[in-house]
C-alpha cells in the first residue's frame, strides 16, 4: 500500500514539472496575457483564489491555463486580494505582461482593482492600465463576440423605459443603471475589440453607438482610443529593438560625433533632437497609414466559421503592429464564470467535510496538475515541445458528459 507521504511526494512532482513546462511557455511567448480571477471559500471556511491566464500563442491558438489556486488567509479586503493576486503575477514572472485582469462583480474587488493599478506596473497594460477593468458575465466570448450582444441588451432597454407599462418601465430603469455601470467600464475596450474583426470594422460600431448615443462622439472615441493602442504598441516595439533600430543607431553617431568635434553648447545639439524627433514621428505616421490602410478595407462575409485568429495570422505582413495588437485584445474574455468557476466546481470534491485538512499546497498542487492533465489525456493540448494547448471547460464538461453516458 502506497504511504500518505510517497503519494504527496509524487503529486508535488507531477505538479512541478508541469509547471515548469508552462512557466517556459510564458517566459517565451512574445504577447500579453489577460488575467482573471476569482475567490472560493472551501466547507472548512478557508478562502482560496483562482487565477489563470489567457493568451494566443504564437500559431495563433487561443489557449487559457490555471496559474494558480492559492490559499488567501482571512480577513478577505481589497488590499489582501490584491496583495495575493500580485503575488500569482510575480510568481509567474508576468507582472509586466498583464493586458487586463476580469473579475467578478462583488464589490470588495472594486476596491481590489484600484490597489492592483497602483502596485502593478500599469505602463505595459494596454493603455497604462486605463482598460485593466471589471468584467462579469455567464458565458465565455472574447471581446469581440460579445460587443453585439451587449450593444442589443442597451437597445432593448432603451425601449422598454419608455413602455406605457408603469411595471415594465421600472424594471428597465432599474436594469439599466446596473447596465451603465458595466458598460461604462468596457465599452471602449469592446469597441476597439470589434474593429479588429475585419467583418465588421468600425462599421458595427457606428451602427450600434447611433443608436444608443444618437451622436459621434462616442464612435470618435473608440476610433481614437485604436489610434493611442497603436502608438502605444508602435512606441513598445520602437523600445524593444532601439538597440539595433536605425533611431538608436542615429542618436549614437550623432551623439558621439558632436560631443567629440563640437562644443556641450552647440546649436547642433537641438538640431540632433530635431532629427530624432522627425524619424520618430515618422514612424508614427507609418502606424497611423496601417490603420487607415485596415479601415478603409472592404467588411469580409460574416461567415460562421470564420476563423478571426487565423485572418490576423495570415495578415500580420500586411499589418504587423495591428496583429501585435490582435493577438493581445482578442485574447480578453469578458467572463470570470465558466473558467474561474469551473476550478472551483472540483475544489468542492477536493475539499469537502469530509475531507477538510488538506494543505494548501497539496490542494493547489491537485487543483493546477489535475486541469493541466486532463488536456494531455484529451489529446487537445499536444505541441512538438509539449506545451499544452488549453481549450474551454465547456468541452471539458461535455466530454465528461459524454463518458458518463457510456
Known amino acids: 500500500m502506497i504511504s500518505r507521504n510517497t503519494l504527496k511526494g509524487d503529486i508535488l512532482k507531477i505538479y512541478k514539472d508541469e509547471r515548469t513546462k508552462y512557466y517556459n511557455l510564458l517566459g517565451k511567448i512574445k504577447c500579453c496575457i489577460a488575467i482573471t480571477t476569482g475567490m472560493w471559500t472551501s466547507s472548512n471556511n478557508k478562502g482560496f483564489m483562482a487565477v489563470t491566464g489567457h493568451f494566443i500563442d504564437d500559431n495563433w491558438t487561443l489557449k487559457n491555463c490555471i496559474l494558480r489556486f492559492l490559499y488567501v488567509p482571512a480577513p478577505h479586503t481589497a488590499e489582501v486580494l490584491a496583495d495575493t493576486l500580485v503575488e500569482a503575477l510575480m510568481d509567474w514572472n508576468i507582472d509586466r505582461k498583464v493586458s487586463t485582469i476580469t473579475v467578478d462583480n462583488c464589490t470588495t474587488n472594486d476596491a481590489m482593482i484600484n490597489h492592483l493599478l497602483q502596485k502593478l506596473p500599469t505602463k505595459d497594460m494596454l493603455l497604462d492600465g486605463k482598460v485593466t477593468e471589471m468584467f462579469s458575465g ?3 466570448p472574447t471581446l469581440n463576440f460579445f460587443f453585439q450582444k451587449i450593444c442589443d441588451i442597451k437597445v432593448k432597454l432603451d425601449e422598454w423605459v419608455k413602455s406605457p407599462n408603469i411595471l415594465i418601465q421600472n424594471m428597465a430603469l432599474s436594469m439599466l443603471r446596473k ?8 465599452h471602449i475596450l469592446m469597441g476597439v475589440a470589434v ?3 475585419p467583418r465588421y470594422n468600425m462599421s458595427l460600431v457606428e451602427f450600434f453607438f447611433r443608436k444608443i448615443y444618437h451622436k459621434s462622439a462616442k464612435i470618435d472615441e473608440v476610433r481614437q482610443n485604436c489610434y493611442d493602442l497603436l502608438f502605444d504598441y508602435q512606441s513598445r516595439c520602437c523600445t524593444l529593438n532601439e538597440s539595433s533600430s536605425s533611431i538608436g ?5 550623432m ?3 558632436v ?8 546649436s547642433l545639439d537641438e538640431f540632433e533632437q530635431f532629427v530624432v524627433s522627425k524619424i520618430s514621428g515618422a514612424t508614427n505616421l507609418s502606424a497611423t497609414s496601417e490603420l487607415d490602410m485596415y479601415l478603409e478595407e472592404s467588411l469580409l ?3 460562421r466559421d470564420f476563423d478571426i485568429l487565423n485572418w490576423w495570422k495570415i495578415n500580420g505582413v500586411k499589418f504587423p503592429t495591428l496583429q501585435k495588437m490582435a493577438r493581445d485584445i482578442l485574447a480578453i474574455p469578458v467572463s470570470t464564470v465558466t473558467i474561474v468557476e469551473s476550478a472551483f466546481s472540483s475544489s468542492g470534491k477536493l475539499i469537502n467535510l ?4 488538506l494543505h494548501h499546497t497539496t490542494a493547489e498542487a491537485l487543483m493546477c496538475s489535475r486541469r493541466w492533465l486532463w488536456n494531455e489525456a484529451n489529446d487537445t493540448c499536444a505541441t512538438s515541445d509539449g506545451i499544452q494547448t488549453c481549450h474551454s471547460i465547456l468541452d471539458e464538461e461535455d466530454d465528461q458528459d459524454d463518458r458518463d453516458s457510456k
Open 138 to 140: 455567464t458565458l465565455y
Open 354 to 357: 469530509h475531507r477538510n485538512r
Open 255 to 257: 551623439s558621439s560625433d
Open 249 to 253: 543607431s542615429l542618436e549614437n553617431t
Open 179 to 186: 447596465y451603465d455601470k458595466y458598460w461604462e467600464v468596457c
Open 259 to 266: 560631443h567629440s568635434n563640437v562644443n556641450a553648447d552647440d
Open 195 to 197: 474593429v479588429l474583426d
Open 301 to 303: 462575409p460574416r461567415a
